[in-house]
């Protein structure tokens, strides 16, 4: 197969929606209220069907082969995106951060994603083009990610306090720390402490680090955390992607269409979360075949043609058969533990 490349059309568009849909995830929730499930739902299916119009193009203008290859990176950031939001629940968890100022700081998380993103995707995609046997060391990633998700026990509730991360260590070795929430500021000033009347008594004296004219807030260094370990999920995600669609426009387009809805996805998995209890075994499954699907791959080309080969088409179906088998799976045969809390709240109920 030919080299996607970076046509000039395809680019336009991709930047033109990406602009204008950063801009009205921002207008549409510039309000400062609580986000509820029907709205975070009806946001999830737009950033779905946005990805999906996305994919017509490709085939309409390219071919299914391109398509495929996007849809099934799209799919793939999509599954991984679960586990990353996840954490992130714990991260708000650790700094008591609720409601709308979650959804402010994903914002600002995403538009991170989006630097970082392309950052890891040049870098990935360069290696992989410059020498076949770098497929190895990316299947080897993606093994060892599915390995690390393995041997995480099931049964594991203690929930990782998130308040002492390292980039919070070392914001607050940056810059002075207020360790109260200020409305929903990253930052405060001190003389809006003495605005506000908040300095009175010493009492924003006991309220921070050490002396300074500006102050971080929690919400900043729960932002801090979030993009840290955004970064961290990088290294799995980028590789894996990269396995199913080496194309370095196609790899960014999948994972940025992915991201986008991310914010609305989170409010949706916190909801959905207690029932979705076989998806993480689809997704380690889905993962061992990426690795095996890009070993294979190197294979043939640094060492030798084995004549066997994974079509678009096919990793395409895998990928999304497998996401779908676990999301019914998961409604067919619910663990015994979340069938038992149901009927604790039917009986609650009545």
Request: hydrophobic fraction near 55%; proline fraction near 3%; charge should be negative.
């Amino acid at each position: 197969m030919e080299h996607f490349g970076f046509p000039l059309e395809t680019i336009l568009i991709f930047l033109a929606v990406v602009a204008v849909s950063v801009y009205l995830d921002l207008f549409a929730h510039r309000k400062s209220t609580e986000i509820t499930l029907i709205d975070a739902a009806r946001w999830s299916l737009f950033w779905v069907s946005l990805a999906l119009a996305f994919y017509g193009y490709l085939w309409g203008r390219f071919g299914q082969d391109w398509a495929d290859l996007y849809l099934a990176g799209y799919a793939l950031e999509k599954s991984l995106s679960v586990d990353n939001l996840m954490v992130f629940m714990a991260i708000f968890a650790s700094f008591s951060i609720k409601g709308i100022l979650q959804h402010r700081i994903l914002y600002y998380g995403i538009i991170g994603a989006l630097v970082f993103r392309a950052i890891f995707v040049v870098i990935g995609t360069g290696l992989f083009h410059a020498s076949p046997w770098v497929g190895f060391v990316f299947a080897a990633f993606v093994i060892w990610s599915a390995i690390k998700m393995l041997q995480q026990p099931d049964d594991e509730e203690e929930i990782e306090d998130y308040s002492n991360h390292w980039s919070v260590r070392l914001t607050g070795k940056l810059i002075p720390v207020y360790t109260k929430l200020h409305l929903d500021r990253f930052f405060v000033r001190q003389r809006q402490l003495l605005e506000t009347g908040n300095d009175n008594n010493g009492g924003a004296a006991a309220s921070v680090t050490r002396k300074g004219a500006l102050y971080a807030t929690p919400a900043f260094l729960c932002l801090m955390a979030i993009e840290t370990s955004d970064i961290a999920f990088a290294f799995d995600s980028v590789p894996a992607v990269i396995a199913v669609t080496q194309e370095p426009l196609l790899v960014y387009a999948a994972m940025i269409f992915a991201i986008l809805g991310l914010r609305s996805l989170y409010f949706v998995l916190a909801a959905l979360t207690k029932y979705l209890v076989h998806l993480e075994k689809a997704v380690i499954g889905l993962l061992f075949f990426i690795g095996a699907k890009m070993a294979l791959q190197s294979w043939n080309h640094a060492i030798g043609d084995t004549g066997f080969n994974i079509s678009p088409g096919w990793s395409l179906s895998i990928v999304l058969g497998m996401l779908a088998g676990g999301v019914i799976a998961s409604f067919l045969f619910p663990e015994k533990k979340e069938q038992a809390v149901d009927e604790a709240e039917r009986k609650t109920e009545e």
